[in-house]
Nanobody
Framework: QVQLVESGGGLVQAGGSLRLSCVAS????????MGWFRQAPGKEREFVAA????????NYADSVKGRFTISIDNAKNTVYLQMNSLKAEDTAIYYC??????????????????WGQGTQVTVSS
């Protein structure tokens, strides 16, 4: 059974930084894109960033381009999201997701098959 465990969330002031981590376990990963999504109160879940398993391809939502960086450590089955210049509107629960097969870095949540429980990020203004 695939498990995704996120960590690194917390409370930070606007302009600050956080780094989220997501560890995947339960099967062998070799060609599976991973992504980060977020959901703010009263809003739908939205795409943040995605990365291919090799790290050669990335995809970002326009709202985070230039501020967030997604990366992957295959040896640790871990994907990271470095978040800089945080804004109040970045406040949300952040979810890690992985595709069961395929390296495409899609922005649609329906393309991802396994999800973590989420980690809260709160940015105070």
């Amino acid at each position: 059974q695939v498990q995704l465990v996120e960590s690194g969330g917390g409370l930070v002031q606007a302009g600050g930084s956080l780094r989220l981590s997501c560890v995947a376990s339960g099967r062998t990963f070799s060609n599976n894109a991973m992504g980060w999504f977020r959901q703010a109160p009263g809003k739908e879940r939205e795409f943040v960033a995605a990365i291919s398993w090799t790290g050669s391809s990335t995809n970002y939502a326009d709202s985070v381009k230039g501020r967030f960086t997604i990366s992957i450590d295959n040896a640790k089955n871990t994907v990271y999201l470095q978040m800089n210049s945080l804004k109040a509107e970045d406040t949300a629960i952040y979810y890690c997701a992985v595709r069961s097969t395929g390296s495409g870095t899609f922005s649609s949540a329906r393309r991802y098959d396994y999800w973590g429980q989420g980690t809260q990020v709160t940015v105070s203004s």
